[in-house]
């Protein structure tokens, strides 16, 4: 979802050729048409760009484009790893993505970029966030820009953790000592987690496809998750579990669910609208 709450991105497979789509209201339009598969969109918090990974050149590196559709893609990085984007901090100074690494999985890393531009700030290299022999996906920053929610096996099940957002040594040059801690926020597996607006709250999704949400308090530079709640199920492609789709669910700043659903022509599909959900 775009941060006005008035767009999804989505990326759409057409006659074999996997390229992003602006759904906007009743308009659906065409944003990349490169032959390579351009995948996993992500807004800038100002709306007005789109990033995303495509192999066109034979690597998934990261590209970015004006979200009008207007004017070419720029590869923002690059490297030999695969790489994908999952979030841009809402000061729009870092892209958070994870890149594949052959000796420890998934890894976080972040790129400094220039919220005037959309672009990676020049001089601003790559820096790693979160590097261990396991394996780390699809962080998040928290709305108040404090911390980062992701998922990763270091128990043997996939969870969500949430650790304080410590910028790449690069970019926060001779800073203060970082802060450190670790909290599991799932109790039973977890994947794909996304923030509530308030930042009060995660939302994930559990092994069986539930929409799960846990409440969050901060207490100083200290987190405390609450007890995971079940929302409602859902029918997300493969459970939303395993297969690499990625992230299948969005949640708009009032609160409500975009899921995308695997629909039964057999029988007629409601729609479950959630909407002002508090944590107790």
């Known amino acids: 979802?775009?941060?006005?709450?008035?767009r999804v991105a989505?990326?759409?497979?057409v006659q074999g050729n996997t390229d992003l789509w602006l759904l906007d209201g009743a308009r659906t339009s065409r944003v990349t048409f490169d032959a390579?598969?351009?995948?996993?969109p992500i807004w800038s918090p100002d709306g007005r760009?789109?990033?995303?990974?495509?192999e066109r050149t034979g690597v998934r590196d990261l590209y970015g484009k004006d979200a009008s559709g207007a004017g070419v893609e720029a590869r923002l990085v690059a490297s030999a790893q695969t790489k994908t984007a999952t979030d841009w901090s809402a000061d729009g100074r870092?892209?958070?993505y994870h890149s594949a690494d052959l000796q420890t999985g998934g890894d976080l890393w972040a790129q400094e970029m220039d919220p005037s531009t959309g672009a990676a700030r020049a001089g601003g290299a790559p820096g790693t966030v979160l590097r261990t022999p396991f394996t780390e996906r699809w962080g998040r920053f928290s709305p108040d820009g404090r911390w980062v929610a992701y998922q990763s096996n270091e128990s043997g099940r996939t969870e969500i953790y949430v650790r304080p957002w410590t910028p790449p040594a690069a970019a926060a040059g001779a800073a203060a000592p970082a802060p450190s801690g670790q909290w599991q926020v799932s109790t039973a597996g977890g994947i794909t987690p996304v923030w509530r607006a308030d930042g009060q709250a995660l939302y994930y999704l559990g092994p069986d496809g539930a929409l799960m949400a846990?409440?969050?308090t901060t207490r100083g530079t200290a987190l405390a998750p609450g007890t995971p709640v079940a929302l409602f199920p859902?029918?997300?492609v493969g459970v939303g579990w395993e297969g690499g789709q990625g992230p299948q669910y969005d949640v708009t700043r009032d609160g409500r669910f975009l899921i995308n659903t695997v629909l039964n022509d057999a029988v007629a599909t409601p729609i479950t609208l959630l909407m002002n959900w508090q944590p107790k």
Do not use: E, H, N, Y
Not at 1 to 6: I, S, T, V
Not at 36 to 40: A, I, L
């Open 10 to 13: 989505v990326q759409r497979t």
């Open 214 to 216: 846990a409440p969050v």
């Open 94 to 96: 870092f892209l958070l």
């Open 1 to 6: 979802m775009a941060p006005d709450g008035r």
């Open 36 to 40: 390579g598969r351009d995948r996993f």
């Open 49 to 54: 760009w789109l990033v995303f990974d495509s």
């Open 234 to 236: 859902t029918r997300i």
